[in-house]
Protein backbone atom coordinates (compact mmCIF):
# COMPACT_ATOMS: atom_id res chain seq x y z
CA UNK A 1 0.00 0.00 0.00
CA UNK A 2 1.16 3.61 -0.79
CA UNK A 3 0.24 6.38 1.55
CA UNK A 4 0.94 9.73 0.91
CA UNK A 5 3.24 11.82 2.25
CA UNK A 6 2.78 15.60 2.59
CA UNK A 7 0.25 17.62 0.68
CA UNK A 8 -1.74 17.04 -2.25
CA UNK A 9 -4.00 19.74 -3.16
CA UNK A 10 -4.72 20.07 -6.66
CA UNK A 11 -7.81 22.47 -6.54
CA UNK A 12 -9.09 25.77 -4.61
CA UNK A 13 -11.86 22.84 -3.21
CA UNK A 14 -9.57 20.89 -1.56
CA UNK A 15 -7.75 23.54 -0.42
CA UNK A 16 -11.18 25.09 1.06
CA UNK A 17 -12.58 21.81 2.19
CA UNK A 18 -13.74 21.83 5.93
CA UNK A 19 -12.11 18.58 6.78
CA UNK A 20 -9.07 17.88 4.70
CA UNK A 21 -9.31 13.83 4.69
CA UNK A 22 -11.62 11.17 4.69
CA UNK A 23 -9.76 10.59 8.15
CA UNK A 24 -10.34 13.57 9.66
CA UNK A 25 -13.82 14.03 8.63
CA UNK A 26 -14.38 10.14 10.14
CA UNK A 27 -12.45 11.40 13.78
CA UNK A 28 -14.57 14.57 13.87
CA UNK A 29 -17.75 12.46 13.98
CA UNK A 30 -16.39 9.71 16.08
CA UNK A 31 -15.35 12.72 18.55
CA UNK A 32 -19.69 14.08 18.24
CA UNK A 33 -20.47 10.19 19.01
CA UNK A 34 -18.44 9.98 22.22
CA UNK A 35 -19.71 13.20 23.28
CA UNK A 36 -23.64 12.60 22.81
CA UNK A 37 -22.68 9.37 24.60
CA UNK A 38 -20.36 10.79 27.56
CA UNK A 39 -23.83 12.15 29.54
CA UNK A 40 -25.26 8.44 29.92
CA UNK A 41 -21.78 7.13 31.41
CA UNK A 42 -21.14 10.50 33.72
CA UNK A 43 -21.15 11.15 37.06
CA UNK A 44 -22.96 14.85 38.18
CA UNK A 45 -19.30 16.08 39.03
CA UNK A 46 -18.29 15.31 35.42
CA UNK A 47 -21.38 16.90 33.75
CA UNK A 48 -21.06 20.13 35.57
CA UNK A 49 -17.31 20.42 34.38
CA UNK A 50 -18.11 19.36 30.91
CA UNK A 51 -20.61 22.09 30.90
CA UNK A 52 -18.57 24.42 32.02
CA UNK A 53 -15.90 23.91 29.27
CA UNK A 54 -18.55 23.94 26.05
CA UNK A 55 -19.80 27.42 27.82
CA UNK A 56 -15.89 28.33 27.48
CA UNK A 57 -15.72 27.43 24.61
CA UNK A 58 -17.84 29.10 22.54
CA UNK A 59 -16.62 32.10 25.07
CA UNK A 60 -13.22 31.63 23.58
CA UNK A 61 -14.12 31.59 20.21
CA UNK A 62 -16.11 34.33 20.55
CA UNK A 63 -12.86 36.17 21.78
CA UNK A 64 -10.71 34.45 19.29
CA UNK A 65 -12.42 35.76 16.32
CA UNK A 66 -12.02 39.68 17.63
CA UNK A 67 -8.58 39.18 18.88
CA UNK A 68 -6.67 36.43 17.31
CA UNK A 69 -8.42 36.47 13.87
CA UNK A 70 -8.79 40.11 13.70
CA UNK A 71 -6.35 41.59 15.89
CA UNK A 72 -8.56 43.70 18.27
CA UNK A 73 -7.83 43.34 21.63
CA UNK A 74 -10.57 43.30 24.21
CA UNK A 75 -10.47 43.42 27.86
CA UNK A 76 -14.55 43.73 27.80
CA UNK A 77 -15.09 40.22 27.46
CA UNK A 78 -16.78 39.20 30.83
CA UNK A 79 -18.81 42.18 30.45
CA UNK A 80 -20.29 40.93 27.29
CA UNK A 81 -21.00 37.49 28.96
CA UNK A 82 -22.85 39.36 31.80
CA UNK A 83 -24.78 40.97 29.19
CA UNK A 84 -26.09 37.75 27.74
CA UNK A 85 -26.46 36.14 31.29
CA UNK A 86 -28.76 38.75 32.30
CA UNK A 87 -30.46 39.27 29.19
CA UNK A 88 -32.03 36.02 28.97
CA UNK A 89 -32.28 35.83 32.88
CA UNK A 90 -35.01 38.83 32.28
CA UNK A 91 -36.35 37.93 29.24
CA UNK A 92 -37.12 34.42 30.74
CA UNK A 93 -37.65 35.13 34.71
CA UNK A 94 -39.19 38.85 34.33
CA UNK A 95 -40.98 39.02 30.99
CA UNK A 96 -41.73 35.25 30.73
CA UNK A 97 -40.24 34.81 27.41
CA UNK A 98 -39.36 30.77 26.05
CA UNK A 99 -35.77 30.12 26.77
CA UNK A 100 -35.63 29.23 23.10
CA UNK A 101 -36.43 32.76 22.16
CA UNK A 102 -34.49 34.52 24.88
CA UNK A 103 -30.83 32.45 23.79
CA UNK A 104 -31.09 34.20 20.62
CA UNK A 105 -32.49 37.52 21.61
CA UNK A 106 -29.67 37.75 24.37
CA UNK A 107 -26.42 37.11 21.31
CA UNK A 108 -28.43 39.82 19.63
CA UNK A 109 -28.60 42.44 22.20
CA UNK A 110 -25.07 41.86 22.86
CA UNK A 111 -23.53 41.92 19.63
CA UNK A 112 -25.48 45.35 19.62
CA UNK A 113 -24.09 46.78 22.61
CA UNK A 114 -20.64 45.02 21.53
CA UNK A 115 -20.76 47.61 18.75
CA UNK A 116 -20.90 50.63 20.71
CA UNK A 117 -18.11 49.77 22.68
CA UNK A 118 -16.24 48.71 19.37
CA UNK A 119 -17.16 52.22 17.44
CA UNK A 120 -13.50 53.11 18.83
CA UNK A 121 -11.88 50.42 17.00
CA UNK A 122 -11.43 52.93 14.58
CA UNK A 123 -9.25 55.19 15.64
CA UNK A 124 -7.42 53.08 18.33
CA UNK A 125 -4.96 50.21 17.88
CA UNK A 126 -3.38 47.95 21.17
CA UNK A 127 -3.39 48.97 24.50
CA UNK A 128 -5.73 51.88 23.66
CA UNK A 129 -8.55 49.60 22.37
CA UNK A 130 -7.65 47.38 25.32
CA UNK A 131 -8.48 50.35 27.87
CA UNK A 132 -11.83 51.30 25.57
CA UNK A 133 -13.08 47.56 26.00
CA UNK A 134 -11.51 47.64 29.99
CA UNK A 135 -14.17 50.41 30.57
CA UNK A 136 -16.67 48.11 29.20
CA UNK A 137 -16.20 45.65 31.97
CA UNK A 138 -16.85 48.77 34.49
CA UNK A 139 -19.60 50.35 32.88
CA UNK A 140 -21.26 47.32 32.84
CA UNK A 141 -20.83 46.05 36.17
CA UNK A 142 -21.96 49.88 37.87
CA UNK A 143 -25.35 48.81 35.61
CA UNK A 144 -26.40 45.67 37.35
CA UNK A 145 -25.26 46.70 40.60
CA UNK A 146 -27.29 49.94 40.56
CA UNK A 147 -30.36 49.13 38.12
CA UNK A 148 -31.98 47.16 40.83
CA UNK A 149 -35.42 47.47 39.47
CA UNK A 150 -34.27 45.09 36.39
CA UNK A 151 -31.13 43.16 37.67
CA UNK A 152 -31.61 43.14 41.59
CA UNK A 153 -28.62 44.70 41.76
CA UNK A 154 -26.59 42.54 44.12
CA UNK A 155 -29.10 40.31 45.21
CA UNK A 156 -29.01 38.14 41.35
CA UNK A 157 -31.55 37.02 39.77
CA UNK A 158 -33.54 33.14 39.76
CA UNK A 159 -33.40 31.70 36.52
CA UNK A 160 -35.97 29.12 35.36
CA UNK A 161 -34.72 26.10 33.06
CA UNK A 162 -35.36 25.83 30.10
CA UNK A 163 -38.20 23.41 28.61
CA UNK A 164 -40.02 22.16 25.81
CA UNK A 165 -43.75 21.84 27.12
CA UNK A 166 -43.50 20.37 30.70
CA UNK A 167 -40.10 18.55 29.78
CA UNK A 168 -37.50 21.05 32.31
CA UNK A 169 -33.88 20.92 31.15
CA UNK A 170 -33.72 21.09 34.92
CA UNK A 171 -30.32 18.98 35.35
CA UNK A 172 -26.93 19.13 34.40
CA UNK A 173 -27.53 15.52 31.87
CA UNK A 174 -29.73 17.79 30.21
CA UNK A 175 -28.37 20.87 29.90
CA UNK A 176 -25.35 19.37 28.43
CA UNK A 177 -26.80 18.38 25.33
CA UNK A 178 -28.22 22.07 24.82
CA UNK A 179 -24.59 23.58 25.79
CA UNK A 180 -23.00 20.85 23.22
CA UNK A 181 -25.64 20.62 20.82
CA UNK A 182 -25.01 25.09 20.67
CA UNK A 183 -21.25 24.89 20.72
CA UNK A 184 -20.88 22.10 17.93
CA UNK A 185 -22.87 24.39 15.94
CA UNK A 186 -20.97 27.50 16.50
CA UNK A 187 -17.65 25.92 15.69
CA UNK A 188 -18.63 24.85 12.48
CA UNK A 189 -20.10 28.69 11.79
CA UNK A 190 -16.61 29.81 12.70
CA UNK A 191 -14.90 27.47 11.03
CA UNK A 192 -16.71 28.26 7.98
CA UNK A 193 -16.58 31.99 8.48
CA UNK A 194 -12.97 31.93 7.78
CA UNK A 195 -13.07 30.56 4.47
CA UNK A 196 -15.76 33.97 3.33
CA UNK A 197 -15.09 37.48 2.35
CA UNK A 198 -15.60 38.46 6.18
CA UNK A 199 -13.22 36.00 7.66
CA UNK A 200 -10.71 36.76 5.28
CA UNK A 201 -11.25 41.13 5.56
CA UNK A 202 -10.94 39.67 9.35
CA UNK A 203 -7.32 38.13 8.54
CA UNK A 204 -6.15 41.19 6.69
CA UNK A 205 -6.89 43.50 8.97
CA UNK A 206 -5.19 41.46 11.70
CA UNK A 207 -2.02 41.22 9.25
CA UNK A 208 -1.78 44.79 7.80
CA UNK A 209 -4.61 47.30 8.66
CA UNK A 210 -3.34 50.10 6.12
CA UNK A 211 -2.70 47.34 3.19
CA UNK A 212 -6.28 45.63 3.65
CA UNK A 213 -7.32 49.79 3.26
CA UNK A 214 -5.80 49.66 0.17
CA UNK A 215 -7.15 46.64 -1.02
CA UNK A 216 -10.44 48.12 -0.77
CA UNK A 217 -11.39 46.46 2.95
CA UNK A 218 -13.96 48.87 4.60
CA UNK A 219 -12.01 49.09 8.34
CA UNK A 220 -14.94 50.82 9.94
CA UNK A 221 -17.56 48.02 8.66
CA UNK A 222 -15.34 44.85 9.43
CA UNK A 223 -14.01 45.96 12.82
CA UNK A 224 -17.63 46.71 13.91
CA UNK A 225 -18.36 43.36 12.21
CA UNK A 226 -15.85 41.46 14.37
CA UNK A 227 -17.25 43.14 17.87
CA UNK A 228 -20.31 41.91 16.98
CA UNK A 229 -19.76 38.57 15.70
CA UNK A 230 -17.48 38.16 19.03
CA UNK A 231 -20.13 39.93 21.41
CA UNK A 232 -22.57 37.35 19.78
CA UNK A 233 -20.85 34.36 20.72
CA UNK A 234 -20.12 35.72 24.62
CA UNK A 235 -23.68 36.95 24.87
CA UNK A 236 -24.81 32.55 23.54
CA UNK A 237 -22.13 31.26 26.43
CA UNK A 238 -23.81 34.00 29.09
CA UNK A 239 -27.16 33.07 28.04
CA UNK A 240 -26.13 29.32 28.59
CA UNK A 241 -24.52 30.13 31.35
CA UNK A 242 -26.88 31.87 33.69
CA UNK A 243 -29.79 28.60 32.69
CA UNK A 244 -26.46 25.92 33.44
CA UNK A 245 -25.98 27.82 36.90
CA UNK A 246 -29.96 29.18 37.70
CA UNK A 247 -28.99 31.40 39.38
CA UNK A 248 -26.46 34.70 38.13
CA UNK A 249 -25.47 37.68 40.23
CA UNK A 250 -22.42 40.14 39.20
CA UNK A 251 -19.79 38.11 41.31
CA UNK A 252 -20.06 35.61 38.45
CA UNK A 253 -18.42 38.02 36.22
CA UNK A 254 -15.45 39.74 37.47
CA UNK A 255 -12.28 41.01 35.41
CA UNK A 256 -10.57 37.90 36.59
CA UNK A 257 -12.92 36.43 34.23
CA UNK A 258 -11.79 38.56 31.53
CA UNK A 259 -8.33 37.59 31.91
CA UNK A 260 -9.32 33.91 31.98
CA UNK A 261 -11.12 33.93 28.85
CA UNK A 262 -7.88 35.95 27.12
CA UNK A 263 -5.83 33.25 28.74
CA UNK A 264 -7.50 30.72 27.10
CA UNK A 265 -6.77 31.45 23.69
CA UNK A 266 -3.11 32.63 24.59
CA UNK A 267 -2.66 29.25 25.65
CA UNK A 268 -4.48 27.26 23.05
CA UNK A 269 -3.94 29.59 20.26
CA UNK A 270 -4.43 32.85 18.61
CA UNK A 271 -6.06 32.81 15.25
CA UNK A 272 -7.20 29.58 15.69
CA UNK A 273 -10.60 27.99 16.18
CA UNK A 274 -9.07 24.28 17.37
CA UNK A 275 -6.51 26.54 19.75
CA UNK A 276 -9.86 28.00 21.29
CA UNK A 277 -11.08 24.24 22.09
CA UNK A 278 -7.91 23.78 23.25
CA UNK A 279 -7.66 26.19 25.52
CA UNK A 280 -11.30 26.36 26.92
CA UNK A 281 -10.55 22.71 27.77
CA UNK A 282 -7.00 23.24 29.72
CA UNK A 283 -7.94 26.00 31.40
CA UNK A 284 -11.26 25.06 33.09
CA UNK A 285 -9.50 21.45 33.95
CA UNK A 286 -6.73 23.30 35.41
CA UNK A 287 -8.75 25.68 37.63
CA UNK A 288 -10.61 22.37 38.55
CA UNK A 289 -7.25 20.48 39.76
CA UNK A 290 -6.17 23.48 41.16
CA UNK A 291 -9.55 23.99 43.26
CA UNK A 292 -9.64 20.64 44.23
CA UNK A 293 -5.69 20.02 45.47
CA UNK A 294 -6.22 23.39 47.51
CA UNK A 295 -9.27 21.93 49.04
CA UNK A 296 -8.34 18.79 49.94
CA UNK A 297 -4.75 20.83 51.13
CA UNK A 298 -6.71 23.15 53.05
CA UNK A 299 -9.00 20.50 55.46
CA UNK A 300 -5.29 18.70 56.14
CA UNK A 301 -3.31 22.37 56.94
CA UNK A 302 -6.37 24.62 57.63
CA UNK A 303 -4.11 27.28 58.75
CA UNK A 304 -2.53 27.88 55.40
CA UNK A 305 -6.10 28.33 54.37
CA UNK A 306 -4.82 32.07 52.92
CA UNK A 307 -1.48 30.84 51.61
CA UNK A 308 -3.30 27.56 49.63
CA UNK A 309 -5.78 30.30 47.76
CA UNK A 310 -2.92 32.72 47.01
CA UNK A 311 -1.07 29.65 45.54
CA UNK A 312 -3.34 28.32 43.46
CA UNK A 313 -3.40 32.14 41.85
CA UNK A 314 0.37 31.89 41.86
CA UNK A 315 0.21 28.76 39.53
CA UNK A 316 -2.04 29.80 37.23
CA UNK A 317 -0.59 32.55 36.23
CA UNK A 318 3.35 30.58 36.21
CA UNK A 319 1.39 28.48 33.33
CA UNK A 320 0.67 31.69 31.40
CA UNK A 321 4.05 32.89 31.57
CA UNK A 322 5.77 29.38 30.96
CA UNK A 323 3.47 28.69 27.93
CA UNK A 324 4.66 32.25 26.64
CA UNK A 325 8.21 31.22 26.98
CA UNK A 326 8.23 28.00 25.28
CA UNK A 327 5.00 27.86 24.05
CA UNK A 328 3.87 31.06 22.35
CA UNK A 329 2.07 29.72 19.79
CA UNK A 330 -0.64 27.28 21.69
CA UNK A 331 -1.65 23.98 22.19
CA UNK A 332 -2.80 24.47 18.84
CA UNK A 333 0.71 24.84 17.04
CA UNK A 334 1.70 22.04 19.22
CA UNK A 335 -0.85 19.56 17.50
CA UNK A 336 -0.02 21.04 14.33
CA UNK A 337 3.61 20.43 14.58
CA UNK A 338 3.15 16.60 15.65
CA UNK A 339 0.72 15.90 12.72
CA UNK A 340 2.63 17.09 10.20
CA UNK A 341 5.66 15.21 11.76
CA UNK A 342 3.96 11.81 11.04
CA UNK A 343 1.96 13.33 8.11
CA UNK A 344 6.31 13.55 6.59
CA UNK A 345 7.18 10.29 8.43
CA UNK A 346 9.90 9.19 7.41
CA UNK A 347 10.17 12.02 5.38
CA UNK A 348 10.59 14.77 7.66
CA UNK A 349 13.30 16.68 6.38
Known amino acids: MVAKCGDFKRSYSEDEAIFETRFVRACVVGWIIVLFIFPFLANSYLLDVANQIGVAIIGAIGLNILTGF ?192 LAMIIIGGLGSILGSIYGAIFMILLDEILRNITTTLSGIFPHMVGLLASLREGVFGVTIILFLIFEPDGLAARWYTIRSYWKLWPFSY
Open 70 to 261: TGQISIGHAAFLAIGAYTSAILTSKVEFSFWISLPLAGFITALIGMIFGVPSLRLKGLYLAMATFAAHFITEFTINHWESLTNGTAGILVPPPAIGTFQFDTDQRMYFIIFITAILLTFFARNLFRTKVGRAFIAIRDRDISAAVMGVNLFKYKLLAFAISSFYAGIAGALLAHHRKIITPENFPIWEAIRY
